[in-house]
């Protein structure tokens, strides 16, 4: 592999790195800070980000200019449900067994780009797609188990970042990187900050820390995300986002005590299997992520 190639490769392992461990983040802080408070503070320091994303004639103001309003405003509002959905399913939920249920992602890719681009789809990618929800099945086990808000909200969260997607396909590169990128933390802002006054508490020390590992290391991922997409194809670069289930086993086993039975290993490796597939299809069809770098669904 092209030496150019392997730092992309490397980069993209460090930039889903650094989304667990802002995952990590929110489970730390254990519930004791509404959710809407948290997804208001990590937008908020996502804006660290914006520094390095800013390309060339770029300027602030184009955070909230948008040459697609709708569109835009979509973006904003899917980021506002996928960050509050991710917060409540990490927050009650494993790392892993979230990370199961947000990995729908590419399925529901699928199946958006069918109802609104309109894309033909072979019977392998909806081979994939019936696979992808067995595989949820076998995680959530429907009648064996009890299934929580958490459990829905994960799958939310999944869905919002394949909206998310199919908005940056739709609009095939119309838009400015910093656009996009200001739509979904405008959003979170605007949005969760009205809604959280009712309920607010000042932060801990302790929490704050857990905040600031929340934003600023999601919008570290950002950036280096974009760096890996600027070095390596995407064809590469996409599925090194399995390795946050990686991540998610880990922490969860050795920060949170968190135990996973046979099954639920199961019902990753037939979900990590599908999306790994249904994303190496999709390569084929857009290069969205060459254009704007994915945030992450918080």
């Known amino acids: 592999m092209d030496k150019h190639v392997l730092n992309g490769v490397l980069l993209a392992f460090l930039a ?24 208001f503070f ?7 980000a914006v520094p390095f994303i800013l390309g060339p004639g770029d300027r ?15 973006r904003g509002a899917f980021a506002v449900i996928g ?19 947000i990995f729908l992602l590419p399925v529901f890719v699928t199946i958006l780009s069918v109802v609104f ?14 696979v992808g929800f067995l595989g949820v099945l076998i995680v959530l086990r429907p009648g064996f188990r009890e299934l929580t808000a958490g459990h829905l909200a994960a799958i939310v969260g999944g869905f919002s970042g394949a909206v998310t997607i199919i908005i940056l396909r739709a609009l095939g590169g119309k838009e400015k990187r910093i656009s996009l990128y200001g739509a979904g933390l405008i959003g979170p802002i605007l949005v969760s900050g009205l809604l959280m006054l009712p309920r607010f508490a000042w932060p801990s020390g302790e929490q704050w820390l857990y905040l600031a590992g929340y934003g600023l290391l999601a919008a570290g991922g950002n950036v280096l995300i974009m760096l ?17 289930m990686l991540w998610g086993v880990g922490l969860g086993y050795a920060v949170f005590g968190d135990r996973l039975d046979g099954w639920m290993f199961l019902g990753m490796a037939v979900i990590v299997g599908s999306g790994l597939f249904t994303f190496l299809r999709e390569t084929k069809r857009t290069t969205w992520w060459r254009r704007a770098p994915p945030v992450h669904p918080q």
């Open 16 to 39: 889903y790195a650094s989304y667990a461990l802002s995952d990590a983040s929110i489970k730390l802080i254990e519930g004791a800070l509404d959710p809407f408070e948290v997804a």
């Open 42 to 48: 990590g937008a908020v320091l996502g804006l660290g």
């Open 60 to 74: 602030l103001t184009d955070l909230v200019v948008s040459r697609h309003r709708g569109l835009w405003l979509l």
């Open 83 to 101: 960050s509050l959905s991710s917060i409540i399913a990490f927050t009650a939920l494993p790392m892993a067994e979230a990370f199961c249920l």
């Open 117 to 130: 681009l309109k894309e033909p789809v072979g019977w392998r990618r909806w081979s994939a797609v019936i």
């Open 228 to 244: 890996a997409s600027a070095k390596a194809p995407a064809s590469l670069v996409a599925p090194t986002q399995y390795s946050q």
